[in-house]
Every structure is written in structure tokens, then in C-alpha cells.
């Protein structure tokens, strides 16, 4: 079955601090596509990165970076420099080859960022 | 930026009534999608939409749903006869296709309440 896992449901932290959104997928392809999404409170949802399968090197854009662990099944998601506009719900969601197009989104994880 | 329009952005209906939600999705897009989000939970796929037709759908997309593209830049959904369990919020996603790492770029959401 194709899954994605967000296991942590809430996070807190103050301003400035670094925080990791973790996810972890289960899928049988060998080809997939992994995306994460941002809704802050106002509702919409917000496109953040995406991630082939088959990409070798994790990235960095500005203040987001993210770590991608195939042996793990693992795509965790950093904020640095946290700030309170980056309170949200994050979710992370899957795109399999024998899935057709749709995403399977994980249950998000809310990040609250205080002063 | 160009961007997927939805309305309306809260609707209240009378159980049992008929309802459409409206979406303009980016205009050289070619694949589209609904999904929905029950307050406090986690995104699901109702259906996606190609070339005039549905492409795939999920087992919430009952009978009592339907999509159309009427004209070729509104893309619709309704709900033939609503009931309670129907309240959540709707979001549009569009998409440009031809390569599957590309991300859906979703609406702000239509609010749908079931009274």
C-alpha cells in the first residue's frame, strides 16, 4: 500500500530555532515523487519542493532544505531561522508511478513558531 | 504569478440541495483535480480530469459526484444532493503535465457547509 506518515502532530518553537518536519512514505515503485505543502491558517495550500526518487543530492532554497533518504524511506523537511510566519500546517504527499496523478498526503504536522 | 481561482470561498447549503464549485484553473494547464480536507484532517484525492475526461477517481467520488469543464477554462464540481458528512473544504488543483515530478498548484479552497 502507499502511504505517507507524518508522525509528529505538533511542534512548537521559538523564533530563530532550526526545526525538521519529518515524513516517511511507504510505496513498492522505484520511481516516485515526493512534494511537501505548507496551509498556513488562512487555509490555502502552498506548493514548497518536490523530490524525484532518482535525484542523488539534497538541496537547499534559502531557509528551506530538505534530506532525502531512500534506504529510509525518509523525507525530512528543515526550516532555519525559524519565523512566525512560517506557522502552518506542513504536509508532506506522494506521487506514485502506479498511482496515476494523484498526491497521497500524509496528516500534516502543525508548526507553531512563538516569539 | 498566475494562479488557480475558486469560488465561492465559503458556501452553506441545505442538506439534500444540489451544489457546484467553481474553479479557474492556470490556463495552460492540462490536468486537473479535486480534493477535499474534513476539518482537522488530512487531504484527500477525489478525482482528476485530462483531456475532457475523468482520468481517475477515488472511492469518496460517489454517484452523487460529478465534474465538468464546460467551456474550457471553468472547471466544476457538484454534489447532486448533500449530505452532513459533505461539509469540508474543496480545493481545485491544477497541474501542466508532461513530466511527473511537476507539483499541483491548488486554490484557496472553497468552504462547504452542510446545515
Known amino acids: 500500500a502507499q502511504k505517507v506518515t507524518q508522525a509528529q502532530t505538533e511542534i512548537s518553537v521559538v523564533e530563530k530555532e532550526d526545526v525538521t518536519l519529518d515524513c516517511v512514505y511507504e510505496t513498492r515503485d522505484t520511481t516516485y515523487y515526493l512534494f511537501w505543502y505548507k496551509q498556513p491558517p488562512s487555509g490555502e495550500l502552498v506548493f514548497l519542493i518536490r523530490?524525484?526518487?532518482?535525484?542523488?543530492q539534497n538541496e537547499i532554497s534559502g531557509r528551506y532544505s530538505w534530506n532525502f533518504q531512500k534506504s529510509t524511506s525518509s523525507f525530512n523537511f528543515t526550516i532555519t531561522a525559524s519565523q512566525v510566519v512560517d506557522s502552518a500546517v506542513y504536509f508532506c504527499?506522494?506521487?506514485?508511478?502506479?498511482?496515476?496523478?494523484?498526491?497521497?498526503f500524509g496528516t500534516g504536522t502543525q508548526l507553531k513558531v512563538e516569539l | 504569478e498566475p494562479e488557480v481561482t475558486q469560488t465561492p470561498s465559503h458556501q452553506v447549503t441545505q442538506m439534500g440541495q444540489e451544489v457546484i464549485l467553481r474553479c479557474v484553473p492556470i490556463?495552460?494547464?492540462?490536468?486537473f483535480y479535486w480534493y477535499r480536507q474534513i476539518l482537522g484532517q488530512k487531504v484527500e484525492f477525489l478525482v482528476s480530469f485530462y483531456n475532457n475526461e475523468i482520468s481517475e477517481k477515488s472511492e469518496i467520488f460517489d454517484d452523487q459526484f460529478s465534474v465538468e469543464r464546460p467551456d474550457g477554462s471553468n472547471f466544476t464540481l457538484k454534489i447532486r444532493s448533500t449530505k452532513l458528512e459533505d461539509s469540508a473544504m474543496y480545493f481545485c488543483a491544477s497541474e501542466r503535465g508532461g513530466q511527473r515530478n511537476q507539483p499541483q498548484h491548488f486554490g484557496d479552497g472553497t468552504r462547504l457547509s452542510i446545515l
Open positions: 490556463s495552460n494547464h492540462l490536468y
Open positions: 523530490r524525484n526518487s532518482f535525484d542523488e
Open positions: 504527499a506522494l506521487r506514485f508511478t502506479g498511482g496515476g496523478n494523484k498526491l497521497t
